[in-house]
């Protein structure tokens, strides 16, 4: 029986052992934590969006490093494939929301922690707790075990399913890339990615904890539209985060680290143009014409965020309505509709979702997982050099890419 050993036991490992499971392997899985799944215990606000149940070949489209990389590993395992295996297989009941967003029915994500690792256990699968692997055994270009401290332990094949560098405290420490370069590998430019992003200005942090739905996100650099985005956002002590900013965070963050002055642009009204903002404006202010500046927003904007907003118009805040004119009506349709701040920073990794960047896909077969360096070495999930948006696509690359890998490290 050959011996399959599976270096982490977060989404890609767990998945590639059932996947080697599944060919009659000896399937070991090394985990450093005390438990399995540290990570997938967090996600989704402790509710883990498992996948996104999207048209399969859209799937791509929301893949920011390395789209093609994923057809192989993502048709061996589709979306709908996982969800299946976790529903039929797994007996994990699931269901779908906003965005195709897929979770736990129970919105537990301890219970698709618990349907996998009942899954393995089931298959004879063992699960080493508690210890941490420390290096490969690599002779000739083939890989034919691990270091743990001072014991090895001998195997056909070994999946290293170590994840990034985000959020340390659940294990992902980047023990991965070491591995993968003593192999001989390549590493990819590291960095976090889904990411909270700084700001310049003052007033963001005046508004720590207002969120905003359904607003529009402009991002500009030089004048230059970089990314442009609808949804929800969240203002903190530092800046600003929520889901479209996370998402801005991958298109726009190798700007903004290279020390490049991005503008973010928040249209607060999206469903009105400037015209009929202006009039929605006058509309309110003749309802409220003798009210003093200050208390005649609230039907237009949130309350934590009027104080800002008046300071930015530079009326008087006491100044009668009836008395505003034209042109500084005209100007706070204008902030409305241009929110503006500067982005200073990317948060780091520990706010971070995810690490883009990783293990170099041109050195690993698409069709295998396995390493084009060093026989009967497997890669999967987040250290390799592939990265998504947000709403269930970076699970699915864990599990697209852990089943692969399982499956071929089985037959190997
Ligand atoms: C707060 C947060 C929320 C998220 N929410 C979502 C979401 O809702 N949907 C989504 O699709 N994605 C989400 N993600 C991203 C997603 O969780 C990751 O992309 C995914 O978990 C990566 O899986 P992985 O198995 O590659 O790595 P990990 O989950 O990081 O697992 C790696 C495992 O390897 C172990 N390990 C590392 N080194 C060693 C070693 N030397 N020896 C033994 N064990 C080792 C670690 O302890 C860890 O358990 C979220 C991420 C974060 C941080």
């Not at 036991?9 to 009659?24: P, V």
């Not at 990615?193 to 007033?203: D, G, N």
Request: aromatic share 8%; charged share 20%; net charge positive.
């Amino acid at each position: 029986m050959s011996k399959v050993i599976i270096i982490g036991a977060g989404a890609a490992g767990l998945m590639a052992a059932y996947g080697a499971a599944l060919n009659g392997c000896d399937v070991t899985v090394f985990e450093k934590n005390e438990k399995c799944g540290k990570k997938i215990y967090i996600t989704g606000k402790g509710r883990c969006n498992l996948t996104n149940a999207c048209e399969p070949d859209e799937f791509f489209d929301s893949i920011v490093s390395n789209s093609k990389f994923m057809y192989s590993p993502f048709y061996s395992l589709t979306n709908y494939g996982a969800m299946d295996l976790f529903s039929d297989t797994f007996g994990l009941e699931i269901k779908i929301e906003r965005g195709n967003r897929v979770f736990p029915a129970s919105d537990k994500s301890s219970d698709v922690i618990r349907a996998l690792t009942a899954a393995l256990g089931r298959m004879g699968v063992k699960i080493r707790l508690g210890t941490q692997v420390t290096g490969l055994i690599i002779n000739d270009k083939k890989v034919c075990g691990v270091k743990c401290s001072d014991l090895e332990y001998n195997a056909d094949a070994v999946i290293v399913a170590t994840g990034g560098l985000s959020y340390a405290s659940t294990g992902s420490t980047g023990d991965g890339y070491e591995f993968a370069k003593c192999a001989g590998h390549s590493i990819m430019k590291l960095s976090p990615a889904l990411v909270p992003l700084e700001t310049k200005q003052r007033w963001v942090t005046q508004l720590q904890g207002l969120s905003l739905k359904n607003i529009n996100v402009t991002f500009t650099s030089g004048g230059k539209k970089i990314y442009s985005d609808f949804g929800e956002m969240i203002f903190t002590h530092y800046g600003v985060s929520g889901p479209v900013i996370l998402t801005a965070g991958s298109y726009i963050g190798d700007r903004v680290s290279a020390g490049g002055v991005v503008e973010l642009s928040i249209d607060l009204k999206p469903a009105l143009d400037f015209e009929r903002l202006a009039k929605r404006i006058d509309r309110d202010f003749e309802e409220h014409r003798n009210q003093q500046f200050k208390n005649s927003l609230r039907g237009l904007l949130p309350a934590k965020l009027i104080p800002v907003i008046v300071k930015l118009s530079e009326i008087s805040p006491e100044k009668k309505v009836n008395s505003v004119t034209r042109e500084e009506r005209n100007k706070l349709a204008r902030i409305m509709k241009n929110l503006s701040c500067t982005i200073t920073r990317l948060r780091g990794y520990n706010e971070a979702i995810i690490t883009r960047g990783g293990i170099n896909v041109k050195e690993i077969n698409p069709a295998t997982m396995e390493s084009k360096l060093c026989k009967g070495l497997y890669f999967a999930g987040e250290v390799i050099d592939v990265d998504a948006v947000t709403g269930g696509y970076n699970l699915q690359i864990a599990w697209s890419t852990g089943y692969l890998a399982g499956i071929s490290a089985g037959q190997s």
